[in-house]
């Protein structure tokens, strides 16, 4: 029997730079609340007692779990030139090295605190970043977030539609003379039967099979990584970071190339190529795990556009063009995580692969801000050493020994602050994500002046942050500490020594090759004519933005402009200025930029056509299926394919999603219930709400249907401006 918990969420508005750990900035998944509450609960078979701990479905594969079950006994139903200024100096080349000694990867940053709300910025007279002056409230620091490793998981499960992992993959790097067409080069049609993309990921090993390199010995690979979306690492979005930035930095068009290395389970670079038909996309993972079920997922959906290699990164670069010419990289924290020959090999895959005007995106944990996080990695690593077993058996032992010394007065893991927080997250994180975190031999937490010399030893220019209000100087210091750093002209200099000020954990740097700095005038112009959708429901944001240098508040027309796209769906830039925010006097640069930092509106794609949205379909119907199967508390992503990522959703909105693409209007509340329970109720399930198992079918409807109009309001919105409704 299935049960459901009625109970009161609080409204969440989504901060794209929040990098998700459950949907939109929320940790805890519960992807809509205000009016609607959330609703926690869950099905479980006829005659089992409720309350038992819950599961989501085949998300425990990614968690190193085994097999998923039918039902789980108690399911959670729960809908829920920065480098300074733009304009500053750029160094090329000039005392460029490479890395040598001292490479230990670092994992994921640690979120020292819960996500938060942004908004946007008023205007005053003094100094201005690259849009123009801010008004600030003193007080108020930045936390940052946890970082990853190439598996772009954040704490939250994927369940689902993605399958359990196979370990029995197995792939190096493609052949130079590999044909380019269909799955295997540029695509012919991101559509194919839901089965017939079976070339999707085909293995290109050397003969004999997969050549093991130890390049990577000590890096953690017999538990896999937890699955998550990030929605910032878009191409639309980096490319938004870029242009605040004060850089050109092309769309992505017919024939434009992508790469992801440390791809993962593929969220990112499946969603993005899902967005982009006419571009190709390569993902690369070490972990055979991760590329089978990325695999899996691509090839469900029915994608042609996008190889997925199950690779060593050194095996790659020492093959000549094992990869295609690349426009846009992603490197999600795998950087810091991997030693010295492996940070070479990436190098030399950039110093080759990259096309000019090319831009990679590459995070890593940055120092002095890890510090902390580097004592604590290191006392776990070496406490695991007297373990054996299993990564995550061994870690847990490392823990309680870790914690014995801190409890009798460990000097340096005692204290508050940022390790405080790190203890605490130690003992309630997904073991799945600690392993990966604590347990890599690798693990290095890295000056920005190191990573931007290795870049420049291969022809690569800092560009700026890709978080964009980090590209405001007035943002990242208060004007004494502007003062007392004062004109440094190198950049990366200038941002080691800036970061003196900052309790940065993972630096977010946009590199490229070739960089064009844009005219103010080319930029806005640029800006002004870019679309925005938006974010979140704006009757429940927060108009404050907290920044390193003191707290912002926004102008009401900030959310008035968040409105007008949250009703009237998605429009230019110059839109927005000429109506709601008109009176703000803020320059595109600003209005664009404050609007995404403050988790308002998303930089948006234009509409998809029928291939794209034949995508869209399947994997709502992948997402539907996967709640069937597990229930309704299982946890799913869905394509949005105007911001070129993936959403996740709860149960009860990918039921939702399912009834409006099999043509329930969503109006028709009493259909939309009867698509929702009718496969719960064949398998005989009931409900427990506020404690009280009810089996009346009536209530059940009717509890439903409460729900409903709670999410209505605060989804389809939202939906529809993301291109995930039938028709786009």
């Not at 772009?152 to 689902?160: D, L, P, S």
């Not at 993972?506 to 002004?528: H, I, P, T, W």
């Not at 329970?677 to 009346?696: K, M, N, T, V, Y």
């Amino acid at each position: 029997m299935g049960h459901l918990v009625l109970q009161p969420g609080p409204p969440r508005c989504g901060h794209p730079h929040a990098l998700l750990a459950g949907g939109f900035g929320d940790p805890a998944g519960r992807l809509w609340g205000g009016r609607a509450g959330a609703l926690a609960g869950g099905t479980a078979p006829a005659g089992r007692p409720a309350g038992r701990a819950s599961g989501a479905g085949q998300a425990g594969a990614a968690r190193g779990g085994g097999p998923a079950r039918r039902k789980r006994d108690r399911l959670a139903l729960s809908p829920g030139p920065r480098a300074g200024d733009a304009r500053g100096d750029e160094t090329r080349g000039a005392g460029a090295r490479g890395r040598g000694a001292g490479d230990r990867p670092a994992p994921q940053r640690h979120d020292p605190g819960p996500r938060r709300r942004y908004g946007c910025a008023r205007r005053r007279s003094g100094s201005a970043g690259p849009g123009g002056p801010l008004e600030r409230r003193a007080g108020g620091g930045v936390g940052a977030r946890r970082a990853r490793l190439g598996a772009h998981g954040g704490r939250r499960r994927v369940a689902g539609a993605q399958g359990r992992a196979d370990p029995g993959a197995g792939a190096l790097s493609r052949p130079a003379d590999r044909d380019h067409d269909g799955a295997s080069g540029h695509p012919v049609s991101i559509v194919a039967g839901a089965r017939d993309a079976a070339s999707v990921g085909t293995d290109h090993g050397h003969a004999g099979g997969r050549r093991v390199t130890t390049h990577q010995d000590g890096y953690v690979r017999d538990i896999p990584y937890t699955a998550g979306a990030y929605p910032a690492l878009s191409p639309i979005n980096l490319r938004l970071s870029a242009l605040i930035a004060g850089v050109d930095s092309p769309p992505l068009g017919s024939g434009s190339v992508v790469w992801e290395l440390g791809c993962g389970y593929g969220n990112g670079v499946i969603s993005a190529a899902v967005a982009h038909p006419d571009c190709r996309f390569v993902g690369v993972d070490y972990n055979p795990a991760h590329i089978a079920r990325a695999r899996r997922r691509a090839a469900d959906l029915g994608l042609r556009n996008i190889d997925l290699l199950d690779a060593d990164v050194v095996d790659l670069a020492a093959t000549p063009d094992a990869l295609p010419q690349a426009d846009l990289v992603v490197i999600h924290g795998v950087y810091g995580w991997v030693g010295a020959p492996v940070k070479a090999a990436m190098r030399e895959l950039l110093r080759t692969g990259m096309r000019a005007g090319g831009l990679i995106y590459l995070s890593y944990n940055a120092m002095p801000g890890s510090g902390q996080m580097g004592v604590l990695q290191r006392a776990l690593l070496e406490a695991a050493r007297l373990s054996v077993g299993r990564s995550d058996a061994r870690l847990q032992d490392a823990i309680a020994r870790v914690e014995a010394l801190r409890a009798a007065g460990a000097v340096h893991l005692s204290g508050e602050g940022l390790l405080n927080d790190l203890f605490q997250k130690i003992r309630d994180a997904d073991p799945a994500y600690l392993v990966h975190e604590y347990m890599n031999e690798t693990w290095s937490a890295l000056y920005h002046s190191e990573v931007a010399q290795d870049m420049m030893s291969i022809g690569l220019t800092y560009a700026g942050s890709a978080m964009p209000h980090e590209n405001f100087p007035d943002l990242m210091l208060t004007p004494a500490q502007a003062e007392a750093l004062g004109d440094v002209a190198v950049p990366h200099v200038r941002e080691t020594l800036r970061d003196m000020f900052l309790n940065r954990i993972l630096r977010k740097d946009l590199y490229m090759r070739g960089l064009v700095r844009l005219s103010e005038r080319d930029r806005a112009q640029a800006l002004a004519a870019q679309t925005f959708c938006a974010a979140c429901n704006p009757t429940e944001a927060g108009l404050s933005l907290r920044a390193p240098a003191g707290d912002i508040e926004l102008p009401e027309a900030y959310r008035q402009a968040a409105l007008s796209l949250w009703h009237d769906g998605p429009q230019p830039l110059s839109a927005l200025m000429a109506g709601p925010m008109g009176g703000t006097r803020a320059t595109p640069v600003e209005a664009g930029a404050l609007l995404v930092s403050g988790g308002l509106a998303w930089p948006c794609l234009p509409p998809p056509g029928p291939e794209i949205m034949a995508v869209v379909g399947r994997g709502v119907a992948l997402a539907a299926a996967a709640v069937r199967e597990s229930g309704l508390g299982t946890q799913a992503t869905v394509p949005a394919p105007r911001v070129g990522t993936e959403i996740p959703v709860a149960g009860l909105e990918a039921m939702t999603l399912d009834a409006l693409w099999s043509g329930v209007s969503p109006d028709d509340t009493a259909a939309l219930v009867e698509h929702i329970w009718a496969p719960f109720q064949a398998d005989r399930e009931s409900l427990i709400h506020r404690g009280e198992r009810i089996e009346d079918p009536a209530r059940i409807r009717e509890i439903l249907s409460g729900a409903l109009q709670g999410l209505r309001p605060d989804r389809l919105p939202l939906w529809r401006g993301l291109g995930m409704l039938p028709g786009g």
